[in-house]
C-alpha cells in the first residue's frame, strides 16, 4: 500500500513538468552510485535529497573529506542513492539519469547540490536544470524524452520504497555504515562510526 501511495503522489506532483510517457527511447543510467574501491570492507550508503539542504551540506562539506580520508584510500565503498521527496527532486533525480555514463551522473549530481540554492530559488527552476544537463552534454531533445520517461520515474520512486522498507528511512540525508543507520551530526560522528567498523 505504502508503495502505491508514494508512487502516485510523487508521479501526480511530477505531472506538470511533462506529459509521462510509459517508456522512452535513449540513454537512461539506473541503480545507486558507487565511489572507491567495491571490496572496501566498510559501507557507507546516504540516502539523500536534491531539494534537501543538509543533503546539500554533506555533498559540498562531508563527502569531500570523506573522499580524502577513507574513499580514495581504499577504505570505503561509499554509495549514494536517491529518495525523491517532491516534483523538483524527481525532475533533478531524473535529470541526473539521462546518460548512460556514471561519472557524468555524479557529475551533475554534485552540480546539482552545490547550485541548489540557486535552482530551488529561480523564477524558473526547470530552466536552470535544463543549463545544468547542457552543461554535462545532454541535449535538450534527450532531456525532455528522458524527464517524461514514467519508467525512469518509477525507478527512483522503487530506491525510494527500498530505503522506507529496509531501512525505515524517514528523513535526509539518512547515513549507513555497513548497514545500520547513524545519528550523525557532524563529520566526527561519521569517522567515529567507520573507525568502530574496520
Known amino acids: 500500500m505504502l508503495k502505491k501511495a508514494v508512487l502516485a503522489a510523487i508521479l501526480l506532483a511530477f505531472a506538470p513538468v511533462a506529459h509521462a510517457q510509459d517508456s522512452a527511447e535513449g540513454p537512461r543510467l539506473r541503480g545507486e552510485l558507487t565511489y572507491g574501491d567495491k571490496t572496501a570492507k566498510v559501507e557507507v550508503i546516504e540516502y539523500g535529497s536534491f531539494t534537501c539542504p543538509h543533503c546539500a551540506r554533506f555533498a559540498r562539506e562531508i563527502l569531500p573529506q570523506l573522499k580524502a580520508d577513507y574513499i580514495d584510500t581504499g577504505k570505503v565503498k561509499f554509495i549514494f542513492r536517491n529518495f525523491v521527496r517532491d516534483r523538483y527532486d524527481m525532475a533533478v533525480a531524473v535529470t541526473t539519469r539521462c546518460t548512460t555514463s556514471a561519472d557524468t551522473t555524479k557529475a551533475m549530481t554534485e552540480t546539482f547540490f552545490e547550485r541548489q540554492k540557486e535552482w530551488m530559488t529561480s523564477d524558473n527552476p526547470y530552466a536552470v536544470m535544463a543549463e545544468i544537463a547542457g552543461d554535462a552534454g545532454v541535449s535538450q ?14 525507478h527512483m520512486v522503487e530506491m525510494r520504497n527500498f530505503g522506507i522498507e529496509s531501512y525505515q528511512i524517514n528523513a535526509v540525508p539518512a547515513i549507513l555504515v555497513n548497514g545500520a543507520k547513524i545519528d550523525m551530526h557532524s563529520y566526527e560522528d561519521l569517522k567515529d562510526a567507520i573507525e568502530a567498523a574496520q
Do not use: K, M, P
Open 141 to 154: 531533445t534527450e532531456l525532455g524524452n528522458c524527464i517524461s520517461d514514467r519508467a525512469l520515474q518509477e
